[in-house]
């Protein structure tokens, strides 16, 4: 199956991004949103006392359809 140019263009960006992500940061899909997280002050995942990841350290939200669990 072939990629269009603007296709193409949106993976180079990704590539790129992937290539400069701060290492403090990570991605989580939840409900079908991709989250923007930072790692807690050991340098882990930081989740909840109920194994929850912890929304307090979401960075930011982004609106491109993804698949995972939820909160």
Known sequence: M???LAELKTLKRLRVL???W???WWLF???GVLY???L???GERAVTSSGAYD?????AEIKIP??????
């Open 36 to 38: 923007i997280m930072k």
């Open 22 to 24: 701060p290492a403090h």
């Open 29 to 31: 899909s939840g409900d």
């Open 66 to 71: 993804s698949d995972g669990g939820g909160w």
């Open 40 to 42: 807690n002050e050991n």
């Open 2 to 4: 072939g990629s269009t």
């Open 55 to 59: 929304q307090k350290y979401c960075v």
């Open 18 to 20: 992937e290539r400069n």
